[in-house]
């Protein structure tokens, strides 16, 4: 029987990673929540945002979605109770 290679890597299933979004708060929500349309600024951008952010409160996996977003650099919509704009600063402040 052939022996794997020194190199070899045992790798996890993609599905692994992914796991914790089966308990998330959003799940089965509508996606316009978290992501803006085209143009959406100012107020309307806020208030969407801060309706994202109310979801985000009680979630159980609030952590891991916002570090994912952070450590993956997404770089659209609310992850974790995190806008774009928080995501940003906080890339800014680690850069220091």
Known sequence: MPRP?????RLQP???????????????????????????????RREREERARRVCEGC??????????????????VWGGLSEADRSRSRSRSRR
Do not use: K, N
Request: charged residues 25%; neutral net charge.
């Open 5 to 9: 290679p020194i190199f070899a890597v």
């Open 14 to 44: 993609v599905g692994d990673l992914w796991d914790w979004q089966r308990f998330a708060a959003c799940r089965g929500m509508d996606s316009s929540v978290f992501y803006s349309p085209t143009g959406e600024r100012g107020r309307l």
């Open 60 to 77: 159980p996996v609030r952590e891991q979605c916002a570090r994912m977003a952070l450590e993956t650099r997404e770089h659209y919509g």
